[in-house]
């Protein structure tokens, strides 16, 4: 699958609705596929970030493949991120945040963070959110 990076410069007002700048950002093709998404936030320097990007989110994304699963780096250089991803051969999509826009508006403010998107009537809403990677709960949230 092939990596993305974006840098991400704005974002529309949150609330409980998926951002629509994050739609319009490279998620949207596989974001047309499916009604379920899951958004996980991390950083290069989190080693529990590390281990789930590397392990327990491909092996999500195996056994799910009905959601869209997005990852978004919070580190503020570019170069640390892409090394990190190709090192790591990272397989699922990555998002770029260097001035932490998406993750302020989101009120994310510790790593590892997911959250978990449903669409309904056109709409996206925020099901559940947590810091960690409970896979128990996320999979609760995507029913």
């Not at 290069?44 to 009905?66: D, G, R, V």
């Not at 640390?80 to 990555?94: A, D, F, G, L, S």
């Not at 998406?102 to 403010?109: A, G, N, R, V």
């Amino acid at each position: 699958m092939k990596i993305l990076f974006i840098i991400l410069f704005a974002c529309t007002s949150v609330n409980a609705a998926l951002p629509n700048r994050l739609l319009s950002i490279g998620v949207a093709q596989q974001a047309a596929q499916t009604d379920k998404k899951l958004i996980y936030f991390w950083a290069t320097w989190c080693t529990n970030c590390s281990e789930k990007l590397i392990t327990a989110l491909p092996k999500f994304q195996e056994a799910h493949k009905n959601v869209s699963i997005t990852t978004v780096s919070l580190d503020t250089e570019r170069d640390r991120v892409e090394h990190y991803v190709k090192k790591q051969k990272v397989t699922v999509p990555v998002l770029f945040d260097p001035q932490g826009t998406l993750s302020k508006e989101m009120d994310i403010s510790a790593v590892p963070y997911w959250i978990v998107y449903k669409k309904v009537a056109d709409q996206w809403e925020k099901v559940d959110s947590g810091v960690t990677f409970d896979t128990d709960r996320i999979e609760l949230a995507l029913r």
